[in-house]
């Protein structure tokens, strides 16, 4: 067996039983009280190479570690171009104007993508499989909701919208810059989760120790991404400020907070879509495109709802939404939009991501 030869302590062995369905009670069969009873005496079994050093094997080292993928190199200088490009491209739209802003605006999304890509696929973050086109359309729905959406929303409740408004392109930024946070946070939880994976003498063991690093993890990236958003917004001064363009009017309070609640609509996408790739990357992705999709299905629903309510006989359709707006602002539609979805990704990745199988190394066979 390839994976015995190649495990490095039992738990790997047990990581790999585990991933091809081996329960304690198909263990029990065996005569094992459990999985990882049937990994000691697999791993005992087979001679490896090596076997002096292994036990020297520092586990918090990333390279060589049981569930450590390795990266290229450079990984975290590619985590920085989507910002960076990202910046530059905010910074030529302010400083233009008619066709040259609308160019600028197209070519730096598009040179942001790319960057984007470049970062994903060379890092902590790239997974085996493609994501489905499903998952690729949400995604995009998603970002281009945070950059124009809440804007249109307030637009709707108020009547018009009349004339173009200012697109939100602080959270644009603080999303870009907030790639890096995200790629960083992904290869600690890897190399910790790693050096747990050696260390842990139990699947149970492994799944308490791993849980508070994914957790901890994802509560750094959350600091990150509000202090990006905070000083994006202060930088450009949106937050708190009515966009251009958006009359006022029975929803005046709530238009005034269109930026300001973006905060929130965008942290809510920043979580929501690091949880997804990150779950991606650990070879889980049903969930995640179908919570995406939900998230998305729910902000294009909400503007429906608004413009449907103008129809003859159908105010009421409106009225749940108008209400959300007048009290809370346009943000709070993607902030429980996508807030609800990552929390339910979060509860998902606390079980998929804390089990052993989950950071086998990839081609690992029984």
Known sequence: MRLQARAVDPLEIAAGLEAHGVTDRAAARFRHRDVFALAEEMYARVPRAGDDDTDHASPSAADGVPGVPEVPRGWALFALLPGAVCALAVGGIALSAGAARLALGLGGAVAVAVALRIALRY??????????????????????????????????????????WTPSFAAALALSLAVAPAIWCARLFAVRAGGRLGASRGLDEFAHAVRPLLLGAVGIFLAALAALLVLSGAVLGEWGDAPGGVPGGASGAALGDVSGGALGGAGALGALLLLARLLGAYGSTRAPALLLGAAGAAEAVAVALVFAGRLPGCEVLA?????????????????????IAALALLIHATRTLTRASAHARPGDAL
């Open 319 to 339: 009225e749940p939404v108008t209400a959300v707006v007048d009290v809370w602002g346009p943000g709070a539609v993607p902030t429980l939009a996508c807030g």
């Open 123 to 164: 890092g902590p973050l790239r997974t085996s499989a493609r994501p489905a086109p499903s998952t690729r359309a949400w995604t995009c729905f998603l970002l281009a909701y945070a950059l124009l959406g809440d804007g249109l929303l307030a637009g709707a409740v108020a009547g018009g919208p009349d004339e173009l």
